[in-house]
């Protein structure tokens, strides 16, 4: 059974400074492995997905590096912006989940002016 | 354009009575999905239905009966409400091909009291 962990599960930043959230888990035999961000209020949104064969995705100030025989990735959010205040959740993906998504408990990311 | 909506967005009841909560998207696709969001803020898949057959069952009390009356519709009816039921109801969808890009709807609070 998938374990996912997320840490720190919450952190607080100035604007401007660059996040770093980690997510650990047990099963490395995974086919994608997928970041969410979620806004209080409002559904998933996905940022970034990472195919196992991939080593990292990017998406303008977003980096997600994956290493899979270690069971850990990291999302990297440059140069931040209160904008970026939200829950961030990790999501990796069994070969034989077909659409079973398993999610951490998130990192909750404030970031002041 | 709402893509996925869900309704109602709040949903208050006591122990013991039956409710809907009902979700629709409007991106043609064929897979839809129920997770449920616990104060853990664990996000955990309950089912999963292909063009309205069931495909992901987890181990979830069959109080809980996913209807989907059409392609664009996925309800989910809860008997007997419970203390324990209480929790964020997400709905998603997506192409089949493509079972791990899911969007997500906005979400469903329900408070059993």
């Known amino acids: 059974k998938q374990e996912v962990t997320q840490i720190p599960a919450a952190l607080s930043v100035p604007e401007g400074e660059n996040l770093v959230l980690n997510c650990s888990f047990t099963?490395?035999?995974?086919?994608?492995l997928q970041w969410f961000r979620q806004d209080p209020g409002k559904g998933l949104t996905s940022l970034l997905l990472i195919q196992s064969s991939q080593r990292e995705q990017t998406s303008g100030r977003l980096n997600a590096s994956l290493d899979k025989s270690s069971g850990r990735s990291t999302l990297y959010i440059a140069a931040s912006q209160p904008g970026d205040s939200a829950t961030y959740l990790c999501a990796p993906a069994g070969p034989d989940s077909w659409g079973k998504l398993q999610f951490g408990a998130g990192t909750q990311v404030v970031v002041t002016p | 354009d709402t893509a996925v909506s869900q309704t109602p967005k709040y949903l208050v009841t006591q122990m013991g009575n039956d409710k809907s909560i009902k979700c629709e998207q409007n991106l043609g696709h064929d897979t839809m999905y129920w997770y449920k969001q616990d104060s853990k803020k664990f996000l955990k898949i309950m089912f999963s239905y292909n063009n309205k057959e069931l495909i992901i069952n987890e181990t979830v009390p069959n109080r809980f009966s996913p209807k989907s009356p059409d392609k664009a519709h996925l309800n989910l009816h809860i008997n007997s409400l419970e203390l324990g039921d209480s929790a964020v109801y997400f709905c998603a969808s997506s192409q089949p091909d493509r079972p791990y890009e899911q969007y997500f709807g906005p979400g469903t609070r329900l408070t059993v009291t």
């Open positions: 099963d490395s035999a995974i086919y994608n």
